[in-house]
């Protein structure tokens, strides 16, 4: 399991840094200490749940939340690819707007 919790933080940081290799080169310096720090422990291990499932949720994170963005003179170009979670932004479209909720109004604030 925790194979391939690693194999899946690795393709994570090669997705969200590709193109940037001195930052996909720290992210995997940082990823092979991290699980080298704990590659003592026994499977048994209490700890080694919880460390996988972090290690996945980062993968998770990396791979659908991080967008490089590269300076093209005075505005940034961003790399989005095919796994960067895009939302349909309703909730900044409420920003200011008064509506009702469980029979309450309410006002969001932007």
Do not use: W
């Amino acid at each position: 399991m925790s194979l391939q919790a690693y194999r899946h933080l690795m393709r994570a940081a090669r997705i969200a840094f590709e193109g940037d290799s001195r930052v996909l080169n720290a992210a995997r310096e940082s990823i092979r200490n991290g699980f080298r720090e704990n590659a003592s422990l026994p499977p048994s291990d209490p700890a080694v749940a919880p460390a996988i499932q972090k290690a996945e949720e980062l993968a998770s994170f990396l791979k659908s939340n991080v967008v490089q963005g590269k300076r093209e003179g005075d505005t940034y170009k961003l790399r989005i690819h095919e796994h960067t979670e895009r939302g349909d932004n309703d909730s900044i479209k409420l920003a200011g707007k008064t509506i009702k909720i469980d029979g309450s109004t309410k006002c969001c604030s932007a």
